[in-house]
């Protein structure tokens, strides 16, 4: 059984950085590619950064050059590096491995003004 556990989220000021942790554990198919998505309050969940196995890497438009995704295949972890964090930025954060449907129970960003 595949589980995802995210960590890091918390309160940050605007302008500030938060390091999200994602770390996989089961039957997890190797290099399958893995996400942050975002739901905001009364939003729909959208997608926030995916990382191919070997490292490619896509971002919504939003968040390009303030977020990273980075991997470490032998730890099964994937991380979101967040800078210059925004207010429009809270959410509840999710690691996914799209392919097979699985999702984390999420972490909270916070972005105060």
């Known amino acids: 059984q595949v589980r995802l556990v995210e960590s890091g989220g918390g309160s940050v000021q605007a302008g500030g950085s938060l390091r999200l942790s994602c770390a996989a554990s089961?039957?997890?198919?190797?290099?399958?590619?893995m996400g942050w998505y975002r739901q905001a309050p009364g939003q729909q969940r959208e997608l926030v950064a995916t990382?191919?196995?070997?490292?490619?890497?896509n971002y919504t438009d939003s968040v390009k050059g303030r977020f990273t995704i980075s991997r470490d295949n032998i730890k099964n972890t994937v991380y979101l590096q967040m800078n210059s964090l925004k207010t429009e930025d809270t959410a509840v954060y999710y690691c996914?491995?799209?392919?097979?449907?699985?999702w984390g129970q999420g972490t909270q960003v916070t972005v105060s003004s």
């Open positions: 089961g039957s997890i198919p190797i290099f399958v590619p």
């Open positions: 990382i191919t196995g070997r490292g490619r890497t």
């Open positions: 996914a491995i799209p392919a097979i449907n699985h």
